[in-house]
């Protein structure tokens, strides 16, 4: 008898009563520690993913707001001088300011920066156009400082020579840039012209580091 109840067991016996099965808590429940692909998991992973993102917008509208202040302030500077250039300057003799190094004289450029390219002017008004184009889609994924910066400068040299191209004469599109700094030996040029070319070298400074605007850095 004794060995019968061995063999088949008794309701008493914990493997009797369980019937060889593991318990419920190890098919449904994950336990303790272990990670769930329920439900619950999928929320927390959405939570996780929103909680990344909502961190990550302030940097960007950080990063947009630089733009647009040193886009504005290279701008402001460019047009305040133009307008004091015209006022002053202009149809008078040059401003020696280092001897014959260093001049201000007031000149009308059709051309591009540094006085190229005078047959092209609504050519590179177009140019211009799409530069601020480009630059205006591109912020929206700037998570970059120094990006931000080389792009503020980019856009506010953009925008002051453009705005002369609109505005003077001798017409919508075709009109000629103020330039005024005048080193010895070289193009006359303006301050519009100094934004765009320190943009420039900023930009290229930044690709061979491997720095992308949205932040990220890649080795080649």
Do not use: Q
């Not at 017409?171 to 320190?198: M, Q, R, T, Y």
Request: with cysteine.
């Amino acid at each position: 008898m004794a060995e019968a109840e061995r063999i088949i067991g008794t309701p008493d016996t914990p493997d009797a009563a369980g019937g060889g099965k593991e318990r419920p808590d190890s098919e449904g429940t994950p336990a303790a520690g272990e990670s769930g692909t329920g439900p619950a998991a999928a929320a927390g992973a959405s939570g996780t993913g929103e909680a990344e993102a909502t961190a990550a917008r302030p940097r960007g509208r950080r990063r947009i707001a630089v733009l647009f202040a040193v886009a504005a302030f290279a701008y402001a500077l460019d047009l305040i001088s133009k307008l004091i250039v015209v006022a002053k300057l202009e149809h008078h003799p040059p401003i020696e300011i280092v001897g014959d190094w260093l001049k201000f004289e007031a000149i009308r450029n059709a051309g591009a920066a540094f006085g190229f390219g005078e047959a092209f002017t609504v050519i590179f008004t177009m140019i211009a156009a799409a530069v601020i184009v480009v630059i205006a889609r591109l912020a929206r994924k700037l998570y970059s400082l120094p990006w931000a910066i080389a792009l503020g400068l980019l856009l506010g040299g953009a925008l002051g020579n453009l705005t002369d191209r609109i505005f003077r004469a001798p017409g919508v599109f075709e009109g000629a840039v103020v330039d005024f700094i005048a080193p010895k030996h070289f193009a006359v040029f303006n301050l519009a012209d100094s934004a765009i070319v320190c943009g420039g070298i900023l930009i290229v400074l930044l690709s061979f580091r491997g720095l992308d605007p949205d932040g990220t850095v890649h080795k080649d």
